[in-house]
C-alpha cells in the first residue's frame, strides 16, 4: 500500500529538492507541499497523510510547534524534522512531541534514506499488526458461539475441577446465569413413513430452532446441548423471579414447542422440568432432575408428555451421584494407564459421599461402567475368565463392605487391575501396529514410499506412525525403508540378472547416480565393486 507524504519548507529551492527526493523506491508519494506551518496544518487536516517531512525553521510557526498540533490532529503521522540545530534540549523536545526522526541541514541523503526507510517500515510494521490484530479477533468473534457451547456442555455435564476457574471463563464470555431452569426433551417420530425426509443435522437443527424460540419468549437467555438421547435446554431468568413462576413458564413454552414439532417434523416430543436453580455449579443435579422428568413424562400421554421435576420427585434434594463429567475424567485416566491419578480422583470423589449405602451403589455403578468402556474398546476374550471373576468378586465385596474406607479400597483395586490390563493391551495394539507398517514397507519399498503414504493407508499420523515404529523397531521410517531397499538391492546384485540402473528403479530410486551413492555410504562400496566380490 502506498503511504503518502507531505513536506514543508519555506525556502522554495528546498521544498521543490525534498518533493523530489525518490520516495517511489519507499512506496511513498507526495500528496502536499507548504511553505509554513499555517499552510501545513489545513493541508494537513485535509490529506491526513502517513509521513511529514518539516523544517524547523519556518515563518509564523516552527517546525516544533507544528509538529506538536500535528501530532494532537492526526497522532499516527510519522514526522521528520530538519534542523541546523544538535543539541540535547531540542532533541529532547522533539522526543516529547513524538518526533520519529529528525535530520541535521545540510542534509546527508544517506541518512536521510536511513530515516525514511526506517520510519516506512515502521508505519507498515504497525499497520500489518493491527491488520493481523483485526484478523485475530475476527477469528476469535467466530469461534465464540462454540467456545460458549463448549462452557455450557462443561456445565451441564458437570465437566470442571475448579469453580473459580469456571467462574472466570463464563464471565470472559459474557455469560452471567443468575437463576435458570433446565429443560430436557427427547423427541421420537410416531409414524416413519410420514417422517420428513431431513437429514441427521439438519433435523436436530430443526428441533433445536423451535425450541429456542418459545423458550426465549419465556425467560432471558437460552442456552443449549445435546446428548446422545435428546436436547438440553438451560432457560435463565431474573433473580427476583419465583422460582414456581420460572417452572410454569418453561411448562407453557413447552406445550407450544409440542405443537410445533407435531406440525413441522410429524413427531412428538417429552419434556422434563428440573427445579428453579440458582446456584450455577448444581446444573449437574438440575439435568439430572430434568432427565428423570423426561424419561417418566415419556409414558404420559404415548410419549408427548410434560413433566416437571417437582411433581415427579418425592425429595426435597436430589440424591448423591458420581457426575458424567467425574465419569469421563476417570475414564480417560483409565484409558492413559494413569493408575495412582485414577485412584487419587476416586478418593476426591467418593469422599463426598454422604452414607456407605449411597456409596456401595455408586461404586458399582462406576465399577461396571469402566468395565463396559474397556469392553467396547476390546471385548473380553473367551479365555477371559479370570477376569469376570475378578470383576464379579469384586462387586461382591463392595456389596458385602460396612466402611467407606473399605468400599473405596476394593474400587481402587478393580480400577488399578484395569488400567494396567489396558496399558498391556495397548502395547500389544502399538505392536501388531507397527508390524503391519513393517509388513507394508517391505511389500511397497519400490513405490514412492512416504510417511504421508503410511498415514494415509494406515489412518494416522505421520508422528505417531513415526513414533509407534521407533517403539517397536529402534528404526524411524526412514531408516527402516533404507534398511530394507539396501537388502533387497544386496539381494538382486549378488543374483547377477538385472543392471545397475534396473535395481535401482526396482527398489525404488528414479535416480541411478543417486542410489550409487546411498548403497556406497550404506556398505562401503558401489553396487559394481560389490558385485564383483
Given at each position: 500500500?502506498?503511504?503518502?507524504?507531505?513536506?514543508?519548507?519555506?525556502?522554495?529551492?528546498?521544498?521543490?529538492?525534498?518533493?523530489?527526493?525518490?520516495?517511489?523506491?519507499?512506496?511513498?508519494?507526495?500528496?502536499?507541499?507548504?511553505?509554513?506551518?499555517?499552510?501545513?496544518?489545513?493541508?494537513?487536516?485535509?490529506?491526513?497523510?502517513?509521513?511529514?517531512?518539516?523544517?524547523?525553521?519556518?515563518?509564523?510557526?516552527?517546525?516544533?510547534?507544528?509538529?506538536?498540533?500535528?501530532?494532537?490532529?492526526?497522532?499516527?503521522?510519522?514526522?521528520?524534522?530538519?534542523?541546523?540545530?544538535?543539541?540535547?534540549?531540542?532533541?529532547?523536545?522533539?522526543?516529547?512531541?513524538?518526533?520519529?526522526?529528525?535530520?541535521?541541514?545540510?542534509?546527508?541523503?544517506?541518512?536521510?534514506?536511513?530515516?525514511?526507510?526506517?520510519?516506512?517500515?515502521?508505519?507498515?510494521?504497525?499497520?500489518?499488526?493491527?491488520?493481523?490484530?483485526?484478523?485475530?479477533?475476527?477469528?476469535?468473534?467466530?469461534?465464540?458461539?462454540?467456545?460458549?457451547?463448549?462452557?455450557?456442555?462443561?456445565?451441564?455435564?458437570?465437566?470442571?475441577?475448579?469453580?473459580?476457574?469456571?467462574?472466570?471463563?463464563?464471565?470472559?464470555?459474557?455469560?452471567?446465569?443468575?437463576?435458570?431452569?433446565?429443560?430436557?426433551?427427547?423427541?421420537?417420530?410416531?409414524?416413519?413413513?410420514?417422517?420428513?425426509?431431513?437429514?441427521?443435522?439438519?433435523?436436530?437443527?430443526?428441533?433445536?430452532?423451535?425450541?429456542?424460540?418459545?423458550?426465549?419468549?419465556?425467560?432471558?437467555?437460552?442456552?443449549?446441548?445435546?446428548?446422545?438421547?435428546?436436547?438440553?435446554?438451560?432457560?435463565?431468568?431474573?433473580?427476583?423471579?419465583?422460582g414456581k413462576d420460572c417452572e410454569e413458564r418453561c411448562e407453557q413454552a413447552c406445550e407450544k414447542i409440542q405443537k410445533n414439532i407435531r406440525d413441522v417434523l410429524q413427531?412428538?416430543?417429552?419434556?422434563?422440568?428440573?427445579?428453579?436453580?440458582?446456584?450455577?455449579?448444581?446444573?449437574?443435579?438440575?439435568?439430572?432432575?430434568?432427565?428423570?422428568?423426561?424419561?417418566?413424562?415419556?409414558?404420559?400421554?404415548?410419549?408427548?408428555?410434560?413433566?416437571?421435576?417437582?411433581?415427579?420427585?418425592?425429595?426435597?434434594?436430589?440424591?448423591?451421584?458420581?457426575?458424567?463429567?467425574?465419569?469421563?475424567?476417570?475414564?480417560?485416566?483409565?484409558?492413559?494407564?494413569?493408575?495412582?491419578?485414577?485412584?487419587?480422583?476416586?478418593?476426591?470423589?467418593?469422599?463426598?459421599?454422604?452414607?456407605?449405602?449411597?456409596?456401595?451403589?455408586?461404586?458399582?455403578?462406576?465399577?461396571?461402567?469402566?468395565?463396559?468402556?474397556?469392553?467396547?474398546?476390546?471385548?473380553?476374550?473367551?479365555?477371559?475368565?479370570?477376569?469376570?471373576?475378578?470383576?464379579?468378586?469384586?462387586?461382591?465385596?463392595?456389596?458385602?463392605?460396612?466402611?467407606?474406607?473399605?468400599?473405596?479400597?476394593?474400587?481402587?483395586?478393580?480400577?488399578?487391575?484395569?488400567?494396567?490390563?489396558?496399558?498391556?493391551?495397548?502395547?500389544?495394539?502399538?505392536?501388531?501396529?507397527?508390524?503391519?507398517?513393517?509388513?507394508?514397507?517391505?511389500?511397497?519399498?519400490?513405490?514412492?514410499?512416504?510417511?504421508?503414504?503410511?498415514?494415509?493407508?494406515?489412518?494416522?499420523?505421520?508422528?505417531?506412525?513415526?513414533?509407534?515404529?521407533?517403539?517397536?523397531?529402534?528404526?524411524?521410517?526412514?531408516?527402516?525403508?533404507?534398511?530394507?531397499?539396501?537388502?533387497?538391492?544386496?539381494?538382486?546384485?549378488?543374483?547377477?540378472?538385472?543392471?545397475?540402473?534396473?535395481?535401482?528403479?526396482?527398489?525404488?530410486?528414479?535416480?541411478?547416480?543417486?542410489?550409487?551413492?546411498?548403497?556406497?555410504?550404506?556398505?562401503?562400496?558401489?553396487?559394481?565393486?560389490?558385485?564383483?566380490?
Open positions: 500500500m502506498e503511504l503518502s507524504v507531505m513536506v514543508l519548507d519555506d525556502e522554495e529551492i528546498i521544498l521543490d529538492g525534498l518533493c523530489h527526493f525518490p520516495w517511489k523506491d519507499y512506496g511513498c508519494a507526495v500528496v502536499a507541499k507548504a511553505g509554513d506551518g499555517e499552510k501545513g496544518i489545513a493541508l494537513m487536516e485535509l490529506h491526513k497523510p502517513d509521513i511529514i517531512l518539516s523544517d524547523i525553521k519556518m515563518p509564523e510557526m516552527d517546525g516544533l510547534e507544528f509538529a506538536r498540533r500535528a501530532k494532537e490532529i492526526w497522532p499516527e503521522v510519522e514526522i521528520i524534522l530538519l534542523t541546523g540545530y544538535d543539541d540535547f534540549e531540542f532533541a529532547k523536545s522533539a522526543i516529547h512531541i513524538g518526533v520519529s526522526e529528525y535530520l541535521l541541514k545540510p542534509v546527508n541523503f544517506k541518512e536521510m534514506h536511513t530515516a525514511v526507510g526506517k520510519v516506512c517500515c515502521e508505519i507498515r510494521g504497525r499497520r500489518k499488526a493491527k491488520k493481523d490484530y483485526a484478523e485475530l479477533q475476527k477469528e476469535y468473534q467466530k469461534t465464540i458461539p462454540a467456545v460458549r457451547r463448549k462452557v455450557i456442555s462443561d456445565l451441564i455435564f458437570g465437566r470442571f475441577n475448579d469453580s473459580a476457574q469456571m467462574q472466570k471463563r463464563l464471565e470472559n464470555l459474557n455469560i452471567y446465569i443468575e437463576q435458570y431452569v433446565l429443560v430436557y426433551g427427547s423427541i421420537r417420530v410416531k409414524d416413519d413413513r410420514k417422517k420428513p425426509e431431513l437429514e441427521p443435522n439438519l433435523f436436530d437443527f430443526v428441533v433445536e430452532n423451535i425450541c429456542e424460540e418459545f423458550l426465549k419468549q419465556t425467560g432471558q437467555q437460552v442456552y443449549y446441548e445435546f446428548d446422545n438421547l435428546g436436547y438440553c435446554f438451560i432457560v435463565t431468568f431474573p433473580p427476583y423471579m419465583a413427531a412428538e416430543m417429552s419434556f422434563g422440568i428440573s427445579r428453579q436453580e440458582k446456584n450455577l455449579f448444581q446444573m449437574n443435579h438440575a439435568y439430572e432432575q430434568a432427565l428423570d422428568a423426561c424419561e417418566q413424562g415419556t409414558y404420559l400421554g404415548e410419549g408427548s408428555g410434560i413433566l416437571m421435576y417437582a411433581d415427579a420427585a418425592a425429595v426435597e434434594l436430589p440424591v448423591w451421584r458420581v457426575s458424567d463429567g467425574e465419569k469421563k475424567r476417570l475414564l480417560s485416566e483409565l484409558m492413559q494407564g494413569n493408575i495412582e491419578t485414577a485412584k487419587k480422583l476416586l478418593q476426591e470423589i467418593f469422599e463426598q459421599c454422604p452414607d456407605i449405602e449411597t456409596m456401595r451403589y455408586n461404586a458399582m455403578e462406576v465399577m461396571l461402567l469402566c468395565v463396559q468402556y474397556l469392553a467396547k474398546r476390546k471385548p473380553l476374550e473367551h479365555g477371559d475368565k479370570e477376569n469376570s471373576t475378578f470383576v464379579t468378586e469384586c462387586l461382591k465385596k463392595v456389596y458385602e463392605s460396612h466402611t467407606k474406607q473399605a468400599v473405596l479400597s476394593v474400587l481402587k483395586s478393580i480400577v488399578e487391575y484395569l488400567a494396567e490390563r489396558n496399558r498391556d493391551e495397548r502395547v500389544s495394539r502399538n505392536q501388531k501396529s507397527a508390524k503391519n507398517m513393517m509388513e507394508y514397507i517391505e511389500e511397497n519399498y519400490g513405490e514412492d514410499l512416504s510417511l504421508d503414504t503410511l498415514s494415509a493407508h494406515f489412518k494416522l499420523s505421520k508422528t505417531y506412525i513415526n513414533r509407534l515404529l521407533k517403539n517397536y523397531s529402534g528404526k524411524s521410517f526412514l531408516e527402516i525403508l533404507l534398511k530394507c531397499r539396501m537388502e533387497k538391492a544386496e539381494e538382486l546384485i549378488v543374483g547377477g540378472k538385472y543392471k545397475i540402473y534396473e535395481i535401482a528403479e526396482m527398489v525404488g530410486y528414479h535416480d541411478q547416480s543417486y542410489f550409487i551413492r546411498v548403497f556406497k555410504k550404506h556398505y562401503g562400496m558401489t553396487p559394481n565393486v560389490y558385485k564383483r566380490i
